[in-house]
């Protein structure tokens, strides 16, 4: 593992140069240091999210392992902010039960990003498959430039 983030080269590296992103830079995350001092991992700092955008829309695309899509919200916000946020909860403890590990993150997480000037807000879609969670936020069209013809006179 390099100590230096992955900023060039790599499509998934740290968004902390994406002008869209409202993500908070972690600099110990590169580095694999717990985020907080409980015994559980925080789902926030693993929640991955791809954004492609196509020439209809912008896709979001989230991995959301053991989820159901009502442990999941997805809004929009007035200033063009997309916040898709939930919570994975703690497996219930049995006495019984004796554990040897646990890697799996719980706990609350989210993820916001500025949609830019051609998003449409008012048709946003989101669906989820097999803990995928699919955001689609259509494109404006390009407006094209009335061209007006000017005669040429003498």
Do not use: C, Y
């Not at 060039?8 to 994406?18: L, P």
């Not at 500025?114 to 998003?119: H, I, K, M, S, V």
Request: no cysteine; glycine share 6%; hydrophobic share 35%.
């Amino acid at each position: 593992m390099s100590l230096i983030p992955r900023i060039f080269g790599d499509r998934r590296s740290s968004s902390m140069f994406d002008p869209f992103s409202i993500d908070v830079f972690d600099p110990f995350k590169e580095l694999g240091f717990p985020v907080s001092n409980s015994g559980e991992t925080s789902a926030f700092a693993n929640t991955r999210v791809d954004w492609k955008e196509t020439p209809e829309a912008h896709v979001f695309k989230a991995d959301l392992p053991g989820l159901k899509k009502e442990e999941v919200k997805v809004e929009i916000e007035d200033d063009r902010v997309l916040q898709i946020s939930g919570e994975r909860n703690v497996e219930k403890e049995d006495k019984n039960d004796r554990w040897h590990r646990v890697e799996r993150s719980s706990g609350k997480f989210m993820r916001r990003f500025r949609l830019p000037e051609n998003a449409k807000m008012d048709q946003v879609k989101a669906s989820m498959e097999n803990g995928v969670l699919t955001v689609t936020v259509p494109k404006e069209e390009a407006k094209k430039p009335d061209v007006k013809s000017i005669k040429i006179s003498g």
